[in-house]
């Protein structure tokens, strides 16, 4: 008895015909042959293809078997690798010793052979990485993940893991979902208000939005960092790129302006686009077929042409003449919305666009001031068809500038203590970025819901699972 379980995705990359091998996986489907013999599809989720297991009824047991093999079960087949002669498949399983793990009761199995939907889908999140999509989105994403830190890793960068719980606000819009121990019921108060010092960290704290400003701390210290990982917005946007809790990369470099801070940021996402088409190519060519027939041209055309960037102004004029078709308006010191992105990329320049220099009214206060005091020194890289995928900045390094900032933003100087003596000691240029993980995983799958390319995803009225 061979008692190693080779994977498909193994198998099918090197064709080992005649070799002995245990499989295990999953049913998607069983068709049972009047010749004698029942045709297995298995997955076992190594690759997007299945594995043709070739069942003869000569083997022990088979009625008994075959019976329940449906649709959902989980089995492990031993067998000989034969070329098969359909054709449809390079090879095939022989197989001579066949066994059912886990039934799945076919009257109530609820994924079936036909194509759901992805409304269907999400409400058996915990079933549908069983599907071809969901098998598909979740190896791009993981292929992502591993790119992001390889990408940093390979230039110097640390990796660093910042607090998930804080006191601060780093985007100061008050999207947060408060962190506490005190009893709902029965608040504490002092002044007619809710008296924190009871609470477990004696203040008022929060999941994080941003892993940026102790990203700082560290980059002021190790040059270049990068952060990976989860935050949590509560904005009650019930949209199709918005999650409460989603993924961000954030990388942070010393002695860095906005300019370099473009530059890495183009060579980032070019990067990343060109290893998933040199590495993902059998769930790129499934996704182009079923879910976004433009998908990998899109992917492609990101790493052949430079990013224009554009100043805020401008583009506002380029908006201005359109202004009638959009429900949103525009104008300086309007924020701009996504129907407002998407004519810039789509309809104007075709390709990825960097806005900088944003009104400091509608940025938050981290960012430094420009010489005109009108304008920040922001970046947003919009790509076409999604919009927004990276927001970032040259931060403040004025303890000053800083403080004046964050006192006209309506933010308490003092809980931001810390971050201003990073100002006051050893203080050099530094700039950043954050990536929303999930829309760029949306970007590069075609995916059009973001809530499809996250296991499971948090959002407005929403948590099971
Ligand atoms: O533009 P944002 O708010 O920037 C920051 O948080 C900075 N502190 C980043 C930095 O400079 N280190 O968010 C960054 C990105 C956005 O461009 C978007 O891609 C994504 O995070 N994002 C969301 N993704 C999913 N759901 C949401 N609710 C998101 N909000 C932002
Ligand atoms: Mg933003």
């Keep these: 008895m061979v008692s190693k379980r080779t994977r498909v995705a193994e198998i099918l990359r090197r064709l080992p015909f005649g070799e002995k091998v245990v499989v295990m996986g999953w049913v998607r489907t069983k068709r049972e042959s009047k010749k004698g013999f029942a045709f297995i599809e298995l997955n076992d989720g190594s690759c997007f293809s299945n594995l043709q297991l070739v069942v003869d009824e000569k083997i022990k047991d088979y009625e008994k078997i075959i019976k329940k093999v449906t649709t959902g079960c989980s089995i492990t087949a031993q067998g000989q690798l034969v070329e098969s002669p359909g054709g449809k498949q390079a090879i095939e399983l022989q197989v001579e010793h066949l066994e059912v793990i886990g039934e799945a009761d076919p009257g109530?199995?609820?994924l079936q052979k036909k194509r759901h939907s992805f409304e269907f889908l999400r409400?058996?999140?915990h079933l549908r990485p069983r599907t071809n999509t969901f098998g598909a989105v979740t190896r791009v994403r993981n292929f992502l993940g591993w790119s992001i830190h390889k990408f940093f890793q390979e230039r110097g960068f640390y990796y660093l893991n910042t607090p998930?719980?804080?006191?601060?606000?780093?985007e100061g819009a008050g999207e947060m979902f408060q962190v506490t121990t005190l009893d709902l019921e029965n608040l504490p108060r002092k002044d007619g208000c809710v008296d924190y010092s009871h609470d477990f960290f004696g203040k008022k704290a929060n999941l994080t939005v941003s892993g940026q400003l102790e990203a700082e701390a560290y980059a002021l210290a190790l040059g270049n960092v990068y952060t990976f990982g989860p935050t949590f917005r509560a904005e009650n946007s019930n949209t199709r790129r918005h999650l409460a809790e989603f993924w961000m990369v954030e990388p942070e470099m010393a002695f860095c302006e906005l300019d370099?801070?473009?530059?890495?940021a183009e060579e980032f996402l070019k990067t990343l686009?060109?290893?998933?088409?040199?590495?993902?190519?059998?769930?790129?060519?499934?996704?182009?077929?079923?879910?976004?027939?433009?998908?990998?041209?899109?992917?492609?055309?990101?790493?052949?042409?430079?990013?224009e960037v554009v100043e805020y102004r401008e583009a506002v004029k380029l908006l201005e003449p359109k202004a009638s078709d959009f429900q949103y308006p525009v104008g300086w010191g309007c924020d701009?919305?996504?129907?407002?992105?998407?004519?810039?990329?789509?309809?104007?320049?075709?390709?990825?666009?960097?806005?900088?220099?944003?009104?400091?009214?509608?940025?938050?206060?981290?960012?430094?001031?420009?010489?005109?005091?009108?304008?920040?020194?922001?970046?947003?890289?919009?790509?076409?068809?999604?919009?927004?995928?990276i927001g970032g900045s040259q931060r403040e390094d004025s303890y000053e500038i800083l403080r004046a900032r964050i006192r006209e933003s309506g933010l308490d100087e003092d809980d931001y203590w810390w971050y201003l003596e990073l100002r006051k000691y050893g203080s050099v240029p530094h700039s950043g970025f954050g990536l929303g993980f999930e829309r760029f995983v949306q970007f590069v799958t075609g995916m059009a819901n973001i809530r499809d390319v996250i296991p499971f995803p948090r959002t407005p009225g929403n948590a099971e699972f």
């Design 260 to 264: 370099g801070n473009i530059e890495i």
């Design 336 to 389: 701009l919305q996504a129907e407002h992105e998407k004519y810039l990329t789509d309809e104007v320049f075709g390709k990825p666009v960097v806005i900088i220099n944003y009104p400091r009214e509608i940025k938050p206060f981290y960012m430094k001031v420009n010489d005109d005091e009108k304008t920040v020194a922001a970046m947003d890289v919009l790509f076409p068809k999604l919009g927004e995928v």
């Design 164 to 170: 998930i719980i804080t006191c601060s606000d780093c």
């Design 108 to 110: 109530s199995y609820p």
């Design 273 to 307: 686009c060109a290893g998933v088409l040199e590495s993902c190519d059998e769930d790129m060519k499934f996704f182009e077929k079923f879910i976004d027939k433009d998908v990998i041209k899109r992917l492609e055309k990101i790493t052949l042409n430079n990013f």
């Design 123 to 125: 409400k058996i999140a």
